[in-house]
């Protein structure tokens, strides 16, 4: 190849335009011309190649253009062209699809708004009935039957129930608010904004004439509306159940207020209800007082308190408890108070008494000597005051503070055991063999021969069981024809005791059955003295025979 055609081409190489995309493709074919062997030929050929490109890239001004700045001894890959093809195919494909399903998605819009044009939407309810998705027609047909086959059901209590139809009240009913005016509020091509769960409600509205005396006349003559049939509502309120506090519920009743029914059934004819509860119209009487309410709550608190109460009773060594299982149904509610009935306060101490007094009772006892006898006491022993302790026991209950309590007496007794009441201390005076017996917590401290009262003039010492008095020393005795002083004075029975009787020589014997006394114990000085020492008011004394 000439010296001059090299220069002729570098020089056109170097007037051509090149764009950046055209240089960077220059650079990697430069690359690769690097690794050819340099033949000519290939040279050649690659001319030619870039020749015919430019022909064909003639309707592709940018393509051109790039090989037309491509030396003719560079090699072009031509799958960055394939490439750059499938892309805008791919667009165009896209491009359909696309349109395609917004066309359909826009018909089936347009299909369902004229479709819920002449339907309800979702979630739509007139006067309580479901009419999503029904015709406006047959919404239509379903309020003219309601209409013409309307009539109202009134239900109460204790199965207290009516109807009242149009006929019996001479009842006219027009619709005023119907299906279309109500249809009109709901758009159509807005259907999608229903697909939510919101109910929509919505009321016929109706015009309705009636006549009222025949209403009037129509409910007096119901049964439940007439007061002998009716039964007062009841109060809850607190018991007492087997020791416990329990709330018995209030009770409803069926007593009516006649006015609030007529006003609850006349709104109902207006709006044309199907039906109308009593109950749930609040036109009946309620208690007061229920059981869930503040007041009951507090009053069983109260009635709990007095529940744990328990009086431990005793009587020296005899003892009892009285709880609630005796006491719990004298209790009673009174102006915001418990309060425990007198008469069965009184009652339960007079129980007491009868079981606990032993006054006038028998007892069995036995002698120092081992004999057993039988004596009455009716001047010694325990006697309770039923009106004291009566009074005494409901201020321990109301209180409300558990406590331990002795009854109050009239009269008490030296011991009270489950063997008696006499106790291990005492003074026996056998009229038989006339001799007395002093004894302490169970010994002997000292015994006598005595002498008693004067039988043969009728000055006998009465038998019985006793207690002493006092004692004095000294003392007068004085009697209708004597007064006489002693030094140990031990009366047991009103003017009849044990003494010192010093005018005397002999005690013991026969002496008392025509010799006696005007019906004392008379003692030797020194056993009358030990005796004084030994004894104590309220000892118990046994005369027997």
């Known amino acids: 190849m000439s010296e001059e055609y090299k220069e002729v081409e570098q ?11 055209a240089d960077k493709e220059t650079e990697n074919v430069a690359d690769k011309e690097a690794e050819q062997t340099g033949a000519e030929m290939e040279a050649v050929k690659e001319t030619d190649q870039t020749e015919t490109q430019e022909i064909e890239t003639k309707d592709q001004p940018e393509v051109a253009a790039t090989a037309a700045a491509i030396p003719s001894d560079v090699f072009v890959d031509k799958s960055v062209y394939e490439q750059i093809d499938r892309r805008k195919k791919g667009k165009k494909i896209a491009a359909i699809i696309s349109i395609s399903v917004g066309g359909v998605i826009l018909l089936c819009y347009l299909t369902l708004s004229i479709w819920f044009s002449f339907h309800f939407n979702k979630n739509t309810y007139i006067d309580g009935q479901n009419v999503s998705y029904h015709t406006v027609k047959s919404v239509k047909n379903t309020i003219d039957t309601y209409m013409s086959e309307y009539s109202l059901s009134v239900n109460g209590r204790e199965h207290a129930s009516f109807v009242i139809r149009p006929e019996d009240i001479d009842m006219t009913i027009q619709a005023v608010s119907n299906e279309k005016s109500i249809k009109k509020k709901q758009n159509g091509f807005l259907w999608f904004l229903y697909l939510n769960d919101n109910r929509k409600d919505y009321k016929t509205s109706y015009e309705v004439t009636y006549d009222k005396e025949k209403l009037y006349q129509f409910l007096k003559n119901q049964d439940c ?9 009841k109060d809850a309120y607190v018991v007492v159940e087997k020791s416990e506090a329990v709330i018995i519920p209030e009770t409803e009743g069926s007593y009516l ?21 009593l109950d749930k119209e609040a036109c009946y009487e309620n208690a007061e ?8 709550a507090d009053r069983k608190k ?10 431990n009773y005793s009587i020296d060594r005899v003892t009892w408890t ?7 149904s004298w209790l009673y509610y009174d102006n915001r108070k418990w309060k425990f009935k007198k008469k069965s306060v009184q009652a339960y101490v007079r129980q007491l008494a009868e079981t606990y007094d032993t006054v006038g009772t028998t007892r069995t006892f036995q002698t120092y000597t081992g004999r057993y006898v039988e004596e009455t006491g009716n001047r010694y022993g325990w006697a309770i005051d039923v009106e004291a302790e009566t ?16 009854p109050e007496f009239s009269q008490v007794g030296a011991a009270y055991n489950k063997y008696g009441d006499i106790g291990y201390s005492y003074v026996e005076v056998d009229l038989s063999n006339q001799h007395v017996y002093l004894i302490v917590s169970g010994k002997l401290v000292t015994d006598s021969p005595c002498v008693t009262g004067c039988v043969k003039n009728g000055h006998g010492t009465p038998d019985g069981l006793y207690s002493v008095t006092y004692k004095e020393s000294p003392s007068v005795l004085r009697g209708e024809d004597y007064e006489t002083k002693v030094n140990f004075w031990m009366p047991f029975n009103r003017g009849i005791g044990l003494h010192d009787a010093t005018w005397r020589d002999e005690f013991g014997g026969d002496i008392y059955y025509s010799g006696g006394s005007h019906g004392c114990v008379n003692l030797p000085y020194q056993k009358a003295a030990v005796i004084y020492e030994n004894i104590y008011a309220g000892m118990p004394v046994i005369c027997y025979y």
Request: aromatic share 2%.
């Open 302 to 311: 109260a009635l709990e308190t007095y529940l744990a109460v328990q009086i």
């Open 257 to 277: 207020d006649t006015d609030k029914v007529q006003e609850v059934i006349e709104t109902a004819l207006e709006q044309v209800k199907a039906t109308t509860d």
């Open 289 to 296: 007082i229920t059981a869930d309410s503040t007041e009951i």
């Open 322 to 328: 009285l709880d609630a299982s005796t006491f719990g």
């Open 225 to 233: 509306m007439q007061e002998k049939n009716m039964n007062k509502p």
């Open 11 to 21: 020089t056109e190489s170097e007037a051509e335009p090149t764009e950046s995309g």
């Open 391 to 406: 009074k005494g026991l409901r201020e321990a209950l109301a209180s409300g503070k558990s406590q331990e309590r002795t």
